[in-house]
Protein backbone atom coordinates (compact mmCIF):
# COMPACT_ATOMS: atom_id res chain seq x y z
CA UNK A 1 0.00 0.00 0.00
CA UNK A 2 1.32 3.75 -1.01
CA UNK A 3 2.16 5.38 2.60
CA UNK A 4 -0.70 8.09 2.14
CA UNK A 5 1.90 10.49 3.75
CA UNK A 6 4.20 10.53 0.68
CA UNK A 7 3.06 13.17 -1.01
CA UNK A 8 4.15 15.23 -4.19
CA UNK A 9 4.02 18.02 -1.57
CA UNK A 10 5.65 19.17 1.67
CA UNK A 11 3.73 18.89 4.64
CA UNK A 12 4.30 21.54 7.71
CA UNK A 13 7.28 20.11 10.15
CA UNK A 14 5.96 19.83 13.08
CA UNK A 15 8.89 21.56 15.90
CA UNK A 16 9.23 20.87 19.01
CA UNK A 17 7.71 23.29 21.43
CA UNK A 18 5.18 24.06 19.23
CA UNK A 19 1.44 22.99 19.70
CA UNK A 20 -1.20 22.27 16.59
CA UNK A 21 -4.98 22.30 17.41
CA UNK A 22 -6.33 19.62 15.30
CA UNK A 23 -9.89 18.58 14.27
CA UNK A 24 -10.22 15.18 14.47
CA UNK A 25 -13.63 15.38 12.00
CA UNK A 26 -16.74 13.36 13.63
CA UNK A 27 -15.81 10.03 13.95
CA UNK A 28 -14.95 8.03 11.23
CA UNK A 29 -11.11 8.17 11.00
CA UNK A 30 -11.36 8.69 6.74
CA UNK A 31 -12.30 12.02 7.67
CA UNK A 32 -8.96 12.98 8.90
CA UNK A 33 -7.25 15.18 7.10
CA UNK A 34 -3.62 14.42 5.70
CA UNK A 35 -1.99 17.32 8.27
CA UNK A 36 -4.26 15.53 11.24
CA UNK A 37 -2.44 12.04 10.35
CA UNK A 38 0.65 13.97 10.07
CA UNK A 39 0.65 15.43 13.43
CA UNK A 40 -0.61 11.83 14.85
CA UNK A 41 2.50 10.63 13.61
CA UNK A 42 4.97 13.19 14.62
CA UNK A 43 3.25 14.70 18.44
CA UNK A 44 5.11 13.96 21.37
CA UNK A 45 2.24 14.34 23.47
CA UNK A 46 -1.90 14.15 22.26
CA UNK A 47 -3.73 15.59 24.48
CA UNK A 48 -7.28 14.62 22.84
CA UNK A 49 -11.17 15.12 23.83
CA UNK A 50 -13.79 12.59 24.91
CA UNK A 51 -15.26 13.00 21.21
CA UNK A 52 -12.67 11.51 19.34
CA UNK A 53 -13.06 8.44 18.39
CA UNK A 54 -10.40 5.61 19.79
CA UNK A 55 -9.48 4.59 16.30
CA UNK A 56 -8.61 7.58 15.95
CA UNK A 57 -5.83 8.31 18.71
CA UNK A 58 -4.71 5.24 17.91
CA UNK A 59 -3.03 6.66 14.99
CA UNK A 60 -0.35 8.13 17.10
CA UNK A 61 3.22 7.45 16.55
CA UNK A 62 4.90 4.75 18.88
CA UNK A 63 6.16 6.01 22.49
CA UNK A 64 3.45 9.20 22.13
CA UNK A 65 1.94 10.38 25.44
CA UNK A 66 -1.33 10.29 25.13
CA UNK A 67 -3.52 12.19 27.64
CA UNK A 68 -7.51 12.60 28.14
CA UNK A 69 -8.36 16.19 28.70
CA UNK A 70 -10.99 14.74 30.77
CA UNK A 71 -13.75 17.15 29.08
CA UNK A 72 -17.22 15.57 27.60
CA UNK A 73 -18.52 17.34 24.79
CA UNK A 74 -21.93 19.33 26.01
CA UNK A 75 -20.97 20.14 29.84
CA UNK A 76 -19.96 23.32 31.32
CA UNK A 77 -16.31 22.60 31.72
CA UNK A 78 -14.51 24.10 34.54
CA UNK A 79 -11.04 22.40 33.60
CA UNK A 80 -10.96 24.33 30.46
CA UNK A 81 -8.09 26.78 31.52
CA UNK A 82 -6.49 23.78 33.03
CA UNK A 83 -6.06 22.04 29.84
CA UNK A 84 -5.21 25.36 28.31
CA UNK A 85 -2.37 25.58 30.88
CA UNK A 86 -1.13 22.38 30.60
CA UNK A 87 -0.77 22.44 26.86
CA UNK A 88 1.38 25.95 27.31
CA UNK A 89 3.50 23.90 29.74
CA UNK A 90 3.71 21.07 27.68
CA UNK A 91 5.06 23.31 24.36
CA UNK A 92 7.46 24.83 26.83
CA UNK A 93 9.08 21.37 27.97
CA UNK A 94 9.94 21.77 24.32
CA UNK A 95 6.96 18.92 23.15
CA UNK A 96 5.18 18.75 20.18
CA UNK A 97 1.78 18.94 21.45
CA UNK A 98 -0.97 18.05 19.21
CA UNK A 99 -4.39 18.90 21.04
CA UNK A 100 -7.10 17.04 18.88
CA UNK A 101 -10.52 18.01 18.91
CA UNK A 102 -13.89 16.26 17.87
CA UNK A 103 -14.90 18.07 14.12
CA UNK A 104 -13.40 21.69 13.63
CA UNK A 105 -11.61 23.46 16.43
CA UNK A 106 -13.00 26.64 15.48
CA UNK A 107 -16.60 25.27 15.74
CA UNK A 108 -17.82 25.17 19.16
CA UNK A 109 -14.99 23.14 20.23
CA UNK A 110 -13.33 26.23 22.32
CA UNK A 111 -10.67 26.01 20.53
CA UNK A 112 -10.46 29.90 20.52
CA UNK A 113 -10.11 29.86 24.08
CA UNK A 114 -6.80 27.32 24.30
CA UNK A 115 -5.32 29.00 20.67
CA UNK A 116 -5.47 32.28 22.91
CA UNK A 117 -3.72 30.96 26.24
CA UNK A 118 -1.07 29.99 23.86
CA UNK A 119 -0.78 33.28 22.09
CA UNK A 120 -0.78 35.02 25.31
CA UNK A 121 2.36 33.18 26.38
CA UNK A 122 4.35 33.15 23.01
CA UNK A 123 3.54 29.57 22.60
CA UNK A 124 3.94 28.81 18.15
CA UNK A 125 0.91 27.24 17.29
CA UNK A 126 -0.73 25.55 14.17
CA UNK A 127 -4.81 25.51 13.46
CA UNK A 128 -5.49 22.28 11.62
CA UNK A 129 -9.47 22.62 10.31
CA UNK A 130 -11.64 19.57 10.60
CA UNK A 131 -15.17 18.37 9.35
CA UNK A 132 -17.86 19.88 11.79
CA UNK A 133 -20.27 17.82 12.37
CA UNK A 134 -22.59 19.78 11.35
CA UNK A 135 -21.26 19.36 7.42
CA UNK A 136 -19.48 15.63 8.12
CA UNK A 137 -22.82 14.22 9.74
CA UNK A 138 -25.18 15.47 7.52
CA UNK A 139 -23.67 14.54 4.55
CA UNK A 140 -23.58 10.55 6.31
CA UNK A 141 -26.77 11.02 6.98
CA UNK A 142 -27.95 11.78 3.39
CA UNK A 143 -29.26 15.06 4.27
CA UNK A 144 -27.10 18.33 1.97
CA UNK A 145 -26.23 21.05 4.20
CA UNK A 146 -27.79 23.14 0.96
CA UNK A 147 -29.66 22.17 -1.99
CA UNK A 148 -30.67 24.86 -4.87
CA UNK A 149 -34.29 23.64 -4.17
CA UNK A 150 -34.56 24.23 -0.64
CA UNK A 151 -32.12 26.85 0.99
CA UNK A 152 -29.98 29.26 0.59
CA UNK A 153 -28.75 29.52 4.05
CA UNK A 154 -27.54 27.40 6.77
CA UNK A 155 -27.14 28.20 10.67
CA UNK A 156 -25.17 26.33 13.03
CA UNK A 157 -26.47 26.87 16.69
CA UNK A 158 -25.50 25.83 20.15
CA UNK A 159 -28.10 24.41 22.25
CA UNK A 160 -26.49 25.14 25.30
CA UNK A 161 -23.84 28.02 26.32
CA UNK A 162 -21.09 27.83 28.90
CA UNK A 163 -23.68 27.60 32.04
CA UNK A 164 -25.52 24.97 30.17
CA UNK A 165 -29.09 26.67 29.49
CA UNK A 166 -30.25 27.44 26.70
CA UNK A 167 -28.62 30.44 25.39
CA UNK A 168 -30.41 33.78 25.81
CA UNK A 169 -28.09 35.76 23.71
CA UNK A 170 -29.22 33.73 20.55
CA UNK A 171 -32.30 36.16 18.65
CA UNK A 172 -34.31 32.67 17.68
CA UNK A 173 -37.36 34.36 16.38
CA UNK A 174 -35.04 36.10 14.25
CA UNK A 175 -32.83 33.19 13.17
CA UNK A 176 -36.62 30.79 12.93
CA UNK A 177 -37.63 33.50 10.52
CA UNK A 178 -35.06 33.82 8.68
CA UNK A 179 -32.76 30.80 8.48
CA UNK A 180 -34.37 28.01 6.31
CA UNK A 181 -31.73 25.14 7.94
CA UNK A 182 -30.81 24.99 11.25
CA UNK A 183 -27.94 22.90 12.70
CA UNK A 184 -27.95 23.22 16.46
CA UNK A 185 -24.90 21.32 18.35
CA UNK A 186 -25.37 20.24 21.85
CA UNK A 187 -29.05 19.73 21.30
CA UNK A 188 -29.88 16.72 23.66
CA UNK A 189 -30.30 18.35 26.98
CA UNK A 190 -32.78 20.86 25.89
CA UNK A 191 -34.26 19.25 22.74
CA UNK A 192 -38.50 19.97 24.18
CA UNK A 193 -37.04 23.75 24.52
CA UNK A 194 -35.45 24.44 21.66
CA UNK A 195 -38.02 22.80 19.07
CA UNK A 196 -40.53 24.59 21.70
CA UNK A 197 -38.85 27.83 20.72
CA UNK A 198 -38.50 27.15 17.11
CA UNK A 199 -42.26 26.68 16.68
CA UNK A 200 -43.50 29.73 19.14
CA UNK A 201 -41.45 31.65 17.00
CA UNK A 202 -42.69 30.67 14.04
CA UNK A 203 -41.44 27.38 12.43
CA UNK A 204 -44.05 25.14 11.40
CA UNK A 205 -44.94 21.81 13.85
CA UNK A 206 -44.97 19.75 11.05
CA UNK A 207 -41.40 20.97 9.24
CA UNK A 208 -38.80 18.12 8.92
CA UNK A 209 -36.58 17.92 11.61
CA UNK A 210 -33.71 14.95 12.09
CA UNK A 211 -31.72 13.75 14.84
CA UNK A 212 -28.35 12.54 14.42
CA UNK A 213 -26.46 10.66 16.73
CA UNK A 214 -22.92 9.73 16.76
CA UNK A 215 -22.86 10.57 12.94
CA UNK A 216 -20.02 9.20 10.80
CA UNK A 217 -19.51 5.98 13.41
CA UNK A 218 -20.25 2.46 13.32
CA UNK A 219 -22.79 3.13 15.86
CA UNK A 220 -24.21 5.96 13.65
CA UNK A 221 -28.48 6.47 14.14
CA UNK A 222 -30.95 9.28 12.79
CA UNK A 223 -34.05 9.73 13.73
CA UNK A 224 -36.36 12.14 11.39
CA UNK A 225 -39.52 12.80 12.26
CA UNK A 226 -42.02 16.37 12.77
CA UNK A 227 -40.42 19.52 14.37
CA UNK A 228 -43.02 18.94 17.07
CA UNK A 229 -42.48 15.59 17.57
CA UNK A 230 -39.12 14.97 17.47
CA UNK A 231 -37.98 15.70 21.10
CA UNK A 232 -40.53 12.75 21.97
CA UNK A 233 -38.95 10.27 19.79
CA UNK A 234 -35.73 11.07 21.61
CA UNK A 235 -35.22 9.27 24.65
CA UNK A 236 -32.77 6.68 24.22
CA UNK A 237 -30.59 8.73 21.77
CA UNK A 238 -26.88 9.22 23.25
CA UNK A 239 -24.80 11.99 22.69
CA UNK A 240 -22.99 13.33 20.84
CA UNK A 241 -26.15 14.27 19.16
CA UNK A 242 -27.30 17.05 16.73
CA UNK A 243 -30.98 18.68 15.43
CA UNK A 244 -31.44 19.57 11.77
CA UNK A 245 -34.13 21.43 11.29
CA UNK A 246 -35.15 22.38 7.79
CA UNK A 247 -36.65 20.57 3.92
CA UNK A 248 -33.27 19.60 3.51
CA UNK A 249 -33.94 16.42 5.53
CA UNK A 250 -36.85 15.32 3.34
CA UNK A 251 -34.06 14.57 0.65
CA UNK A 252 -32.48 11.74 2.85
CA UNK A 253 -35.39 9.31 1.66
CA UNK A 254 -33.50 9.60 -1.65
CA UNK A 255 -30.21 10.09 -0.61
CA UNK A 256 -29.21 7.60 2.08
CA UNK A 257 -26.27 6.38 0.71
CA UNK A 258 -25.51 4.98 3.76
CA UNK A 259 -28.80 2.33 4.87
CA UNK A 260 -29.40 1.35 8.36
CA UNK A 261 -27.02 -0.54 8.11
CA UNK A 262 -23.46 1.03 7.97
N1 LIG B 1 -15.95 20.93 17.36
C1 LIG B 1 -17.05 19.99 17.13
C2 LIG B 1 -18.26 20.34 17.97
C3 LIG B 1 -18.02 20.25 19.45
S1 LIG B 1 -19.46 20.58 20.38
C4 LIG B 1 -17.38 19.96 15.65
O1 LIG B 1 -16.92 20.82 14.90
O2 LIG B 1 -18.11 19.06 15.23
C5 LIG B 1 -20.10 18.98 20.62
C6 LIG B 1 -21.35 18.76 19.80
O3 LIG B 1 -21.01 18.47 18.45
C7 LIG B 1 -22.17 17.58 20.24
O4 LIG B 1 -23.02 17.91 21.30
C8 LIG B 1 -22.98 17.30 18.98
O5 LIG B 1 -24.04 18.20 18.84
C9 LIG B 1 -21.96 17.61 17.90
N2 LIG B 1 -21.28 16.40 17.41
C10 LIG B 1 -19.96 16.17 17.41
N3 LIG B 1 -19.69 14.98 16.85
C11 LIG B 1 -20.87 14.45 16.49
C12 LIG B 1 -21.26 13.24 15.86
N4 LIG B 1 -20.35 12.33 15.50
N5 LIG B 1 -22.58 13.02 15.65
C13 LIG B 1 -23.51 13.94 16.00
N6 LIG B 1 -23.20 15.10 16.60
C14 LIG B 1 -21.91 15.35 16.83
Do not use: C
Amino acid sequence: MTDPLSLPFDLPVFSPGHVWLVGAGPGDPGLLTLLALHALRSADVVVYDALVSPAIVKLARDGAILEHAGKRGGKPSPSQPDISRRLVALAQEGKRVLRLKGGDPFVFGRGAEEAELLAENKVPFRVVPGITAGVGGLAYAGIPATARDANSAIAFVTGHDSDGAVPDTLDWPALARSVPVLVVYMALTHLEEITRRLIAAGRRPDEPAALLSKATTPAQTVITAPLAEIANLARGVEPPAMLVVGDVVTYRDRLDWLGEKN
